[in-house]
Antibody
Framework: EVQLVESGGGSVQPGGSLRLSCAASGFTFNNHWMHWVRQAPGKGLVWISH????????HYADSVKGRFTISRDNAKNTLYLHLNSLRVEDTAVYYC????????????WGQGTLVTVSS | DFQMTQSPSTLSASVGDRVTITCRAS??????LAWYQQNPGTAPKLLIYKASTLQTGVPSRFSGSGSGTEFTLTISSLQPDDFATYYC?????????FGQGTKVEIK
């Protein structure tokens, strides 16, 4: 069974940092691109980043470019998102999601982890 | 960026109704469109990809159609589990973008 389990969310002040993790199981992790998608409270879904199989090609939405860094450790079957220079508007549930085969949609999602940025 | 516009934003329906949700893209996206269902407090679930291909395990009452700029998601006979919010997503070009969502509520 495919499982994605996020962790690392929490409350942080503006300008702070966090590292989110997404532990994957039930599939061959290094065969799949992976994504992060976020959802602000009561709002819709927003794609923010993805990374290819071997981690050599990350991509970001403009809203997080230069502040967030996506990475992966295929030996640990884990996806990461480093969040720096956090802003109030980054408050959201952050989901990791699996890409079937570099097709840029999302066939499995984690349960999400909440990041709250507030002073 | 591609803008994705869903209509309606909210839809009131009864169990057994046929329901149609529309998603329009600001530019042609060929058939690079997916549909997701999200229940409150849970992660989205993939229903349909490539505009009309049903994801494995999704009931056949869900169907998708369209290409270019106009797409539809149809639920042929609404079931209690289907009261949820539905999102379309384009994956023709960066950044991958979602519609604003359509909430299907009980009439």
């Amino acid at each position: 069974e495919v499982q994605l389990v996020e962790s690392g969310g929490g409350s942080v002040q503006p300008g702070g940092s966090l590292r989110l993790s997404c532990a994957a199981s039930g599939f061959t992790f290094n065969n799949h691109w992976m994504h992060w998608v976020r959802q602000a409270p009561g709002k819709g879904l927003v794609w923010i980043s993805h990374i290819n199989n071997d981690g050599s090609s990350p991509h970001y939405a403009d809203s997080v470019k230069g502040r967030f860094t996506i990475s992966r450790d295929n030996a640990k079957n884990t996806l990461y998102l480093h969040l720096n220079s956090l802003r109030v508007e980054d408050t959201a549930v952050y989901y990791c999601a699996r890409d079937p085969t570099g097709e840029y949609h999302f066939d499995y999602w984690g349960q999400g982890t909440l990041v709250t940025v507030s002073s | 960026d591609f803008q994705m516009t869903q209509s309606p934003s909210t839809l009131s329906a009864s169990v057994g109704d046929r329901v149609t949700i529309t998603c329009r893209a600001s530019h042609s996206i060929s058939s690079y469109l997916a549909w997701y269902q999200q229940n409150p407090g849970t992660a989205p679930k993939l229903l349909i990809y490539k505009a009309s291909t049903l994801q494995t395990g999704v009931p056949s009452r869900f169907s998708g159609s369209g290409s270019g700029t106009e797409f539809t998601l149809t639920i042929s006979s609404l079931q209690p589990d289907d009261f949820a919010t539905y999102y379309c997503q384009q994956y023709d070009d960066y950044p991958w973008t979602f519609g604003q969502g359509t909430k299907v509520e009980i009439k």
